[in-house]
């Protein structure tokens, strides 16, 4: 049934019910166009990984699996997290909503940090294009696309990511001050969603970046 | 308008998420070890492969698609069409270049 | 004995007063007034580039300007008026302004969205305006790489983040738009009874979200790869500028769509209202709107026919871009059939509908002489092309705006414009127009490159008919301008219904109320249920 007369309800809806549906397609639309944004870098690396395979893969290479590995996990277990707290905001239960939300968190800066470490081994290790770039001279000019993309796909992607937690502090604050209940619990549903979205943008990237012939040795 | 019932669940409700998140870890793990054999351009296939049915789990489960009315699906559907548009199209070129 | 309508005493526009009350407004209707205050702002600075060109253009030698400037003259140009004036237009004005109303709810999905559109236009249009004014760029709105990311030394970084800031504004309003006509209608309104202004406003909110996100990227990549030094669209690194132009092209091509679908919504209307007759095959023009947005998506490799795109591919892009020009045929054709036997009259809203008609007709029709590879090989990169889409932006689209402002500016103000001055006004943007861009026809054919602004002296004759037009145009741009705006003072009121229109905007005051009906409707009539109106009000004569 719907609260007609809720605290929670914006002047235009008619009920809850409403306005739950609306902030939830709202939510499907924007990540919609995150897939055709985050598309057309996949375009370009689809591309060029077809024009230079090889330089893909040396260059693949070098990025540290192991940090990509955890990460992925890392960013797994934070959507179990995210969706397990939606469920604690759908229950009512206030202190395991916080405490979810909070260990989303958590995983999601651990995410960054091992991100910050790597961006720091290959800044040391001269794979930064640019006039520091080094490289085997036979994919010199190539892998430098590779890490272009590689920097700026995975930096969008913590972009979207420190956003992310931005939105997660809100949301701690928001349930921390009552503002969240079993009846109106939208901007939890709707953060989570934008939350495994960022996961699944990330599903994509390690396989893509990471793993390219890694069966040479 | 009816609510789509969040008080019905159970707790056994959130065991789904916990089975999912196993699966989970478990693709990735397949994902990591897979790509160390050599199978040519199947290494492509089984890691995109590996990838979808990993979103397919997040999105079905964990962004509540399985319980979201009609128009959600076509709404996420729609976007992953729009993508295949622009890859296939202008792949489509670089192809027969 | 005639008695005179009086304006509501309560009603969105005295709602509050003070700069905050407009600043900080949900309000739909007022955000819709903010962005008509924008984009006409934007359109006369687009405008004033114009007039520079064809200035320059009068004579064969290039004379008034240098090279640098005049590559800076058409960039200029093309940029104001197509992001910051040709895209958000009908949209943001009359598409803010109506939606609600015409599907009787009281605001959109998500009015403080709404707001930061706006926001997110403005900010984005004077950072634009700023990097133009200060320097400049020259690389054409389409920002052909490498030029923009390598050669170029003009202002490419901050016009190109000005796009990618304003293209959120575009984003947010398609997503508002389409979330609140799936969910927000009133009882009774199902889809096959909202007008069809509305279901352009859907199709154009569809391209609006799926196609905008690729040009902020593309955009975005151009940018980076400028400071960076990447080398993605740099053929010496390794990179390929034409992977720049199927992204650009991926969006701009659906953005042709987005600025003439809804003036095809609103010329649907404007017909309907002005032969009293509903819109003849409905369900076809309706449909024809989504299958112009979905079909829109993919062609973009016809502005690619020269650029080393591979045969198998343009020949693709070929056989759809013949295909696009169906579903807007169709609907021409509907109007057409809606006119035969209606009780058509000659009021500026129908004036304008009816130019619409004509000048997209060329202007579409011309479209398929370009989609044939082997007509386009010879008169891409001409005037040819520059004439068939200004035929469509500004004889379509803009013609379609203003007949939009004409018909719902009663509705929007609670005044009537002065009805002679606007017939005067019409007939001189026709003339005008025609003048301009007609001659461009046939200088494109004989072989006047684009982007060029000396030419060999045979075209001037031709160049000059043109030049004349753009002045007469430009006079008919700003005479509106003046009684659109004397009227918001002197203007008599307008009443509920001075069109005798059907539609949910026609059954409230105007102006409305704030929350835009007394009583929020329950729908039993269909759209343009004209013989079932009793009681009609008095035409304007």
Known sequence: MSSHGSRALAHQFEDLDQQREVASLGMWLFLVTEVLFFGGLFLVYSIYRGWYPEAFAASSHELLVWAGTLNTVVLITSSLTMALAVHAAQTGHRRALIGLLLATMILGCAFLGVKAFEYRTEYLEHHIPGAAFQFEPEHFLHAQIFFSLYFIMTGLHAVHMIIGLGVMAVMVWMSWRGLITSEYYNPIEVSGLYWHFVDIVWIFLFPLLYLIGRHVH | MSTDAPRAHAPSATRVYYVVFAVLLVCTYLTWQVAYFDLGRLNTVVALTIAGLKTTLVVWFFMHARSSPRLTLVIAFGGLLWLAILLALTAGDYLTR | ?541
Not at chain 3, 57 to 64: H, I, M, R, S, V
């Open chain 3, 1 to 541: 004995m005639p008695h005179a309508t009086a304006m509501p005493a309560h009603h969105y526009l005295n709602d509050g007063y003070g700069i905050k009350s407009w600043l900080l407004t949900r309000d739909h209707k007022r955000i819709a007034l903010l962005y008509l205050a924008g984009v006409t702002f934007f359109f006369f600075v687009g405008g004033a580039f114009a007039v520079l060109i064809r200035l320059e253009l009068a004579t064969p030698a290039g004379d008034l300007v240098t090279d640098e400037t005049y590559n800076k003259l058409f960039t200029m140009h093309g940029v104001m008026m197509v992001f910051f004036f040709l895209i958000p237009a009908i949209p943001a004005v009359l598409g803010n302004f109506l939606v609600p109303i015409m599907i009787g709810a009281k605001d959109l999905a998500f009015p403080k969205l709404n707001l930061a559109s706006w926001y997110i236009y403005i900010i984005g249009g004077l950072f634009t305006l700023w990097a133009l004014i200060n320097g400049g760029v020259d690389t054409g709105w389409t920002f052909y790489t490498p030029f923009s990311t390598v050669s170029s030394t003009t202002n490419v970084v901050p016009t190109a983040l000005g796009i990618f800031i304003t293209g959120f504004s575009s984003i947010l309003t398609g997503l508002n738009f389409i979330v609140t006509m799936h969910k927000m209608r009133a009882p009774g309104m199902t889809w096959f009874r909202m007008p069809l202004f509305l279901w352009a406003t859907y199709a154009t909110s569809l391209i609006n979200v799926l196609g905008t996100p690729v040009i902020a990227i593309t955009i975005a990549l151009v940018a980076v790869e400028r400071v960076f030094h990447f080398g993605f669209f740099d053929p010496r690194l390794g990179g390929d500028p034409v992977l720049f132009q199927h992204l650009f092209w991926f969006y701009s091509h659906p953005a042709v769509y987005i600025m003439v679908l809804p003036a095809m919504g609103v010329v649907s209307e404007l017909v309907a209202a002005g032969c009293r007759k509903e819109v003849f095959g409905y369900r076809f023009v309706a449909f024809a709107s989504l299958a112009i947005a979905v079909l829109g998506f993919l062609v973009w490799g016809h502005h690619m026919f020269v650029a080393g795109e591979s045969v198998y591919a343009a020949m693709i892009f070929s056989i759809l871009s013949f295909l696009v020009a169906i579903p807007s045929a169709v609907k021409v054709f509907n109007w057409t059939a809606t006119m035969y036997r209606g009780s058509v009259s000659w009021e500026t809203p129908m004036l304008y509908a009816y130019g619409f008609i004509g000048l997209f007709t060329i202007g579409g029709l011309t479209g398929l002489f370009l989609a044939s590879i082997a007509v386009d090989v010879h008169v891409t990169d001409t005037y040819f092309i520059i004439a068939h889409f200004h035929y469509i932006m500004v004889g379509g689209t803009i013609m379609g705006y203003l007949g939009g402002l004409h018909f719902w500016w009663p509705k929007i103000s609670g005044r009537l414009y002065n009805e002679a001055l606007a017939k005067i006004s019409a007939g001189i943007i026709f003339i005008g127009f025609n003048l301009t861009f007609f001659p461009q026809f046939v200088l494109g054919y004989l072989g006047m490159p684009r982007r060029y602004h000396a030419y060999p002296p045979d075209f001037q004759v031709l160049n000059v008919l043109s030049s004349a037009g753009a002045s007469i145009l430009g006079v008919g741009y700003l005479i509106p301008m003046i009684y659109l705006m004397w009227s918001l003072r002197y203007g008599r009121a307008a009443g509920a219904n001075p069109w005798g229109a059907v539609g949910l905007e026609w059954t409230t005051t105007s102006p409305p109320p704030t929350e835009n009906f007394e009583k929020m409707p329950t729908v039993t009539w269909d759209p343009y249920d004209y013989p079932a109106i009793k009681n009609a009000e008095h035409r304007l004569v």
